[in-house]
């Protein structure tokens, strides 16, 4: 079973400062690597795929990296409407795995 | 417009049964890989089960044995039946279309178990 870890937590930060969240896997899972961002109420929506790739209508101001066991989400610059919670999480179609780290909240220091 | 739109959800006593529902719109239950996925209050997210385009299904540990995912081609739309219930079942459950991630995402809805 392939445990994903977030860090930090809980991250606090002003608009127009740049975000930087972490995701570890307990082992390799390539770049098969999801980011999500939910708000209150909401389902989460996909932000990131294979570790890099933006998803159709998710701003430049998103971006994904690395590969292997360790990942990071970067929001260059926040937007008000960016605060929310954010999931990584691994997938593997065959034999079938998603695993979802246990987010980061993102709030408005 | 894509859309899936989840139904079902209740109350229900520890032991019962349930089915949900997700309809979907502007896309193939039958050619696209479709999940469940839920989230307990206040909690993370869990992936639950998953059916492929070919009929193969797949769960979680946590639902193995109680869990049954299916799905109605003539309706368009994909079912969760779940049975032996317990608090621990309790969440919000999404249907999601499945690929390099989940792309598209119903509503939710809430089913909750008493004890």
């Known amino acids: 079973e392939i445990v994903m870890t977030q860090s930090p937590a809980t991250l606090s930060l002003s608009p127009g400062e740049r975000a930087t969240l972490s995701c570890r896997a307990s082992?390799?899972?390539?770049?098969?690597l999801a980011w999500y961002q939910q708000k209150p109420g909401q389902a989460p929506r996909l932000l990131i795929y294979?570790?890099?790739t933006r998803a159709i209508g998710i701003p430049a101001r998103f971006s994904g990296s690395g590969s292997g066991t360790e990942f990071t989400l970067t929001i260059s610059s926040l937007q008000s409407e960016d605060f929310a919670v954010y999931y990584c999480q691994q997938y593997n179609n065959w034999p079938p795995m998603y695993a979802f780290g246990q987010g980061t909240k993102l709030e408005i220091k | 417009e894509v859309q899936l739109v989840e139904s079902g959800g209740a109350l229900v006593q520890g032991g019962g049964s349930l089915r949900l529902a997700c309809t979907a719109s502007?896309?193939?239950?039958?050619?696209?890989?479709m999940s469940w996925v839920r989230q307990a209050p206040g909690k993370g997210l869990e992936w639950v089960s998953i059916i492929h385009g070919g009929g193969e299904t797949f769960y979680a540990d946590s639902v193995k044995g109680r869990f049954s995912i299916s799905r109605d081609n003539s309706k368009n739309t994909l079912y969760l039946q779940m049975n032996s219930l317990s608090a621990e079942d309790t969440a919000v459950y999404y249907c999601?279309?499945?690929?390099?991630?989940?792309?598209?995402w119903g509503q939710g809805t809430m089913v909750t178990v008493s004890s």
């Open positions: 502007g896309l193939t239950v039958r050619t696209n890989y």
């Open positions: 082992q390799s899972v390539g770049s098969n």
């Open positions: 999601a279309r499945t690929g390099t991630g989940f792309d598209i």
């Open positions: 294979a570790a890099s």
